[in-house]
């Protein structure tokens, strides 16, 4: 398996929801990010797990919250998300933190 | 900190010519340069990357030629064709950063059949 994976594809929610985003590998990749993108700009980078610890957190606000289960499958925990928020949500993997990054298909996150 | 500037925003072409795009980086020690193709609606890319102790890395119709010296790197694409038409990403990876990369700001490159 040479894909990253994210459900869901499409996601819309109210201001006051709790929602989960999921990423998975299954490349045996030790690093893995979450960036959000919004129209016709380079993807922004929000968290980064290396070997399942938080490296980096771009100081994105609380409502944002990720969790790396195990080394194959990340998560972003979302709630009491703006409108401002709605945006392309990639996650991407990597061997290690050194080297080149994959993404994933994207969540497109709505917030109403 | 890192800063990618990447030209032009636009660029079209017709089938069949060449197509030029150009990125330069503000931190010297900047060591992993990676471009990214994103079709409408798709996922980024890469498509090709190169490193600080490499000058050029060809892949068929598409190269990359970095100059150290200049802090620039280009990414160049040869008979291009209707499907190359998306937005290209540059960015830059400064050692020590957690792999952070640091994008260029896209071009949107249009092949004209």
């Known amino acids: 398996d040479t894909e990253v994976t994210q459900t869901p594809k499409h996601l819309v929610m109210g201001m006051t929801n709790k929602k989960s985003l999921k990423c998975e590998q299954h490349m045996g990749h030790r690093a893995m990010y979450w960036y959000k993108q919004k129209a016709k700009k380079p993807p922004e980078l929000m968290f980064v797990y290396s070997y399942e610890k938080l490296s980096i957190n771009e100081s994105v606000p609380s409502r944002f919250s990720p969790e790396c289960p195990n080394s194959s499958l990340l998560n972003l925990h979302l709630h009491a998300l703006q409108p401002e928020d709605s945006a392309l949500y990639l996650c991407?993997?990597?061997?290690?933190?050194?080297?080149?990054?994959?993404f994933g298909p994207g969540t497109r996150l709505t917030v109403t | 900190g890192e800063n990618v500037e990447q030209h032009p925003s636009t660029l079209s072409v017709q089938e069949g010519d060449s197509a030029v795009i150009k990125c330069t980086y503000s931190d010297s020690a900047s060591n992993y340069f990676p471009w990214y193709k994103q079709e409408l609606g798709k996922r980024p890319q890469l498509i090709i990357d190169i490193r600080s102790n490499v000058g050029e890395k060809k892949d068929q119709r598409i190269a990359v030629t970095l100059n150290k010296t200049a802090k620039h790197f280009s990414l160049h694409i040869t008979e291009t064709q209707p499907e190359d038409s998306a937005v290209y990403f540059c960015?830059?990876?400064?050692?020590?950063?957690?792999?952070?990369?640091?994008f260029g700001q896209g071009t949107e490159l249009s092949v004209k059949p």
């Open positions: 960015a830059a990876t400064p050692p020590g950063q957690g792999g952070k990369l640091i």
């Open positions: 991407a993997s990597s061997q290690d933190v050194r080297v080149e990054q994959y």
